[in-house]
Nanobody
Framework: QVQLVESGGGLVQAGGSLRLSCTAS????????MTWFRQAPGQEREFVAL???????YYVDSVEGRFTISRDNAKKSVYLQMNSLKPEDTAVYYC?????????WGQGTQVTVSS
């Protein structure tokens, strides 16, 4: 099993920045993709960004140029630097570790952006 713990959420004004962190523990192995999702109140969970084992990244259009995903394989951690935050970025942010046949999720961290 793999356990994930997110941190770094909070309340920030529009235009501000936050850096989310997510650290995995347990038998993670190697080669996995790490992904950030978010879920706003009353909405479905949506993809935000991913980074594969080699460092390749992909973002949803709405955060491209504002958010940066990175990872440290030695620390089994993934980060999400969020700049120029907007009220519509308000959501619970979840990280996931994804393998070809399974995935594991954290409990989420709340990000609230005030206007």
């Amino acid at each position: 099993q793999v356990q994930l713990v997110e941190s770094g959420g909070g309340l920030v004004q529009a235009g501000g920045s936050l850096r989310l962190s997510c650290t995995a523990s347990g038998r993670t192995g190697s080669g996995y993709t790490m992904t950030w999702f978010r879920q706003a109140p009353g909405q479905e969970r949506e993809f935000v960004a991913l980074i594969n084992w080699s460092g390749g990244t992909y973002y949803v259009d709405s955060v491209e140029g504002r958010f940066t995903i990175s990872r440290d394989n030695a620390k089994k951690s993934v980060y999400l630097q969020m700049n120029s935050l907007k009220p519509e970025d308000t959501a619970v942010y979840y990280c996931a570790v994804q393998y070809p046949r399974t995935e594991f999720w954290g409990q989420g961290t709340q990000v609230t952006v005030s206007s």
